[in-house]
């Protein structure tokens, strides 16, 4: 498992779900119920999405490596332009009902369905699948990913809102999407020059 190919997953994948309606999610929920709760569920439902974009990842690396390079720098421009055009967006379309009682598989449960769904073909698990297929390094890539949904969901529940007091959102969008344009220039460069 490479250290290099888990920071760079981590890195990256921290930057694009700053912005992402599961971090706001994850806030609403810390607001109402435990923290640790929340997380439980959350970091469960991350689990679950990661392993899918490994899969894919995979499925996606078994094409030569020229498309692949190619590929993943169209998916990371189209990240990018998704970041940019639409990541100051609110969305709240992804609610799920309250749990009647504060125990602990209640809010764990509903913690991991709205996270499960919110996630489910998000920006973030296509660069997971993306990074897969480029680095076929699926722990490295599969644990960076992990540890970087959980950091963000984990700084959404403890205190999202104070981290929007001293950086704003169109900064971490920003940022976010330079990063993905740089990573599609060297994933096409490479494709071009093979």
């Known amino acids: ?14 930057l ?28 469960a439902a991350m689990a679950v999405q990661v392993g899918l974009a490994l899969v894919a990842g995979h499925l996606l690396s078994l094409l030569p490596h020229r498309w692949v390079e190619g590929v993943t720098g169209v998916l990371f421009l189209a990240g990018a332009a998704m970041l940019l055009f639409h990541g100051g967006e609110d969305e709240d379309g992804h609610a ?6 504060n125990s602990f598989w209640k809010v764990a449960g509903a913690s991991f369905a709205v996270v499960a769904i919110a996630e489910f073909g998000d920006l973030t698990q296509i660069m997971t699948a993306n990074l897969a297929a480029k ?30 007091k001293y950086v704003p959102m169109k900064v971490i ?5 330079g990063v993905m344009i740089l990573m599609a220039g060297v994933s096409i460069f490479q494709a071009v020059t093979g």
């Open 1 to 14: 498992m490479s250290l290099t190919v888990l920071a760079i997953t981590f890195g990256i994948i921290f």
């Open 16 to 43: 694009a779900e700053l912005p992402d309606k599961t971090a706001l999610a994850s806030l609403m929920l810390g607001t109402k119920y435990r923290a640790g709760y929340v997380f439980a569920g959350v970091a």
């Open 96 to 101: 799920a009902k309250e749990p009647s009682a």
């Open 135 to 164: 680095y076929a390094d699926p722990p490295a890539v599969g644990l960076g990913a992990w540890l970087a949904l959980c950091a963000v969901a984990a700084i959404a529940i403890a205190g999202g809102q104070k981290l929007l």
């Open 173 to 177: 969008i920003r940022v976010a999407a």
